[in-house]
């Protein structure tokens, strides 16, 4: 149980256009997801927290307009990457807390690639 | 805020040997929980162990266990019987008791040698 996925998990876009990367709970409703960003052997880095119906609440120094959230339903949070640019090239990682606990399960991550 | 240090960047172990990656943390909290994840090359985030504060016993998880000095502010995760798929890279983690936000250390990367 407990299971996280993230789609896609690569994905390469060309410079300017936007790209969207899915979070979903597959087995339990998640009233919060969080995503991070990862560089190549560094730490997780949060981005943002998204409630379940409400704005997401970004960490200092993420452009909230650059990387919009939204989390639709319990089991869906969607980043859209908005005029990419080959420095937003990371490792896009998601995690998912399951309601009425406070533990989280994370995605696999993807790998984005601005060109 | 709270911080998480890692101090070890890279660590080595040979095969069937043990091993203890060091994290310490800084908090003004009395209770929190601390975590061990695991990454591997697929970059999967695996929880490998967690610990409550309020617990003075360490937890232990078949061959990982934890020391956890709550007055130093020390937490330490011990690999006995290091295996080939022990290599990744370990992250230590700490969130409050009632908080949702988990901060992390920068990571040691754990080689095993054959």
């Known amino acids: ?115 | 805020a709270q911080t998480v240090t890692q101090s070890q960047p890279e660590m080595s172990v040979q095969e069937a040997e043990t091993v203890t990656l060091s994290c310490t943390y800084d908090t003004s909290e009395s209770d929190y929980y601390l975590f061990w994840y695991k990454q591997p090359p697929s970059r999967q985030m695996i929880l490998v162990i967690r610990q409550e504060a309020y617990k003075q016993q360490n937890a232990t998880e078949n061959r990982f266990s934890v020391n956890f000095q709550k007055a130093a502010k020390s937490f330490s995760l011990k690999i006995s019987d290091s295996q080939l798929g022990d290599a990744a890279m370990y992250f230590c983690a700490y969130r409050t008791e009632y908080g949702n936000k988990l901060v992390f250390g920068a990571g040691t990367i754990l080689r095993v040698k054959s």
Request: glycine share 6%.
């Open chain 1, 1 to 115: 149980g407990a299971v996280v996925s993230q789609h896609p998990s690569w994905v390469i876009c060309k410079s300017g256009t936007s790209v969207k990367i899915e979070c979903r709970s597959l087995d339990f409703q998640a009233t919060t997801m969080f995503w991070y960003r990862q560089f190549p052997k560094q730490s997780l880095m949060l981005m943002a927290t998204s409630n379940e119906g409400s704005k997401a609440t970004y960490e200092q120094g993420v452009e909230k307009d650059k990387f919009l959230i939204n989390h639709a339903s319990l089991t869906l949070s969607t980043l859209t990457v908005t005029s990419a640019h080959p420095e937003d090239s990371s490792f896009y990682i998601c995690s998912a807390k399951l309601a009425g606990t406070y533990e989280q399960y994370f995605g696999p991550g993807t790998r984005l690639t601005v060109t």
